[in-house]
């Protein structure tokens, strides 16, 4: 039960390393662009302009806004599970939920990474993974897609995931 403790322990560090070194990465590659200097009445009124009904930037800061959002609820969900396996009140059957939430959650993270990423490799600027209930959706950073770009995109990720393609939905969003 230790080995299996550490193995997951182990993976979510790794996963969670990976994720960093990316998004670092992309900070770099974001950081060379040039910028233009805009006064502050007209940056105020451009950013209220920008932001859509959820309070995302529309101007492509939504993907990354996601996933910060993601990403800290997530660290309260793991949080909150280490708090069940470390309490000495729990059941063993409250602690065995709880490291099966978590795999779960590391094999959510992996997934989301790899199809984040295979969809990034395929030519596209930036996509957002959800997966829930069997069903996949993809929100790609384009204007539109052409038929044959949205059956590419949903034959990779249901070959990924191991579902049908009917049950992988493609959005774009620009």
């Known amino acids: 039960m230790k080995k299996y403790k550490k193995l997951v322990w182990m993976v979510f560090i790794a996963v969670l390393a990976g994720a960093t070194w990316w998004v670092i990465g992309g900070l770099d590659v974001e950081m060379q662009s040039s910028y233009d200097v805009i ?4 940056l105020v009124l451009a950013n209220v302009a920008e932001k859509d009904d959820w309070g995302f ?3 492509g800061a939504f993907f990354v806004e996601y996933r910060l959002q993601r990403q ?3 660290d309260q969900e793991v949080e909150m599970l280490q708090e069940v396996l470390n ?3 729990s059941s063993q059957e409250g602690k065995e939920e709880a490291e099966h939430l978590l795999f779960e ?3 959510l993270m992996e997934q989301e990474l790899l199809v984040e990423n ?3 490799a395929q030519g596209y ?3 957002i993974f959800f997966y829930r209930n069997r069903v996949a959706t993809v929100m790609i950073k384009q204007k539109e897609l052409s038929e044959r ?3 590419q995109i949903a034959e990779s990720v249901a070959g990924l995931l191991g579902i049908e393609r009917e049950s992988v939905q493609v959005i774009t969003r620009s």
């Open 118 to 120: 295979m969809i990034k």
């Open 39 to 42: 006064p502050d009445d007209a």
């Open 72 to 74: 800290r609820i997530r």
């Open 105 to 107: 959650i590391i094999k």
């Open 149 to 151: 770009q949205f059956l």
């Open 125 to 127: 600027e930036d996509a």
């Open 57 to 59: 930037d529309q101007s």
């Open 87 to 89: 309490n000495p009140n």
